[in-house]
């Protein structure tokens, strides 16, 4: 039995974050699928119950621990393995002013934009489509603004705040309808930094569950 498991689904961006992480390190960790799409599977008592309360995947097990919350999950990660750590509080505190800006304006539009317009089986409001692409392209161009002359976010070497930001940037461009790398060309060259480290996978060779059945 691996030492982690994962509680993912390939489609998840923020359990991509996880899923990477653990790869980069060289974790002994092994994927538990969730099938979120047909059965529903994060909403059922049994899971709030036994895995997570808040109905949410990723969750990362570990021992007796169940963690959930991907930036969680990754500075327990980090902290564990003595990699892509932040290195002071100056450091620590911008690693987490870009994580959080990720979760709340990245990450936090394209997730929502994606699954509404490629994954659910109903397809979003087209002007709820509308703004949640334009909060997050207004984001992404901060991010390639952040990236210009740099090689990583917050230090001179790749930290959690690198592994959050990728969340869903890996994903196709048919999946968002716009191609982010060609858009961007700073996140461009970041992306293909990230590719470049010992570990990197692909989303959907990463995590069960892809392609979907429908």
Known sequence: MAEYELYCFAQSGNAYRVALMLNLVGADWAPVWIDFFEAGETRTPEFRTGVNEMGEAPVLAHGDRKLSQSSIC?????????????????????AWRW????NQKVNGMLGPYRFLRTLAKTPGDPAVLAFLRGRGEAALSVVDKRLAGRTWLVSDRP?????????????PADEFGFDIP???????????????LPGWKHPYELMPGFPLKR
């Open 99 to 102: 994580i959080v800006f990720d």
């Open 182 to 196: 060609a858009t961007y060309p700073n996140i461009a060259a970041w992306l293909e930094r990230l590719k470049g």
């Open 74 to 94: 990754l500075t327990y990660l980090a902290r564990r393995f003595e990699r892509f750590l932040p290195q002071g509080e100056d450091e620590e505190l911008e």
């Open 159 to 171: 930290t959690i705040a690198d592994v959050s930001m990728c969340g869903y940037l890996y994903y």
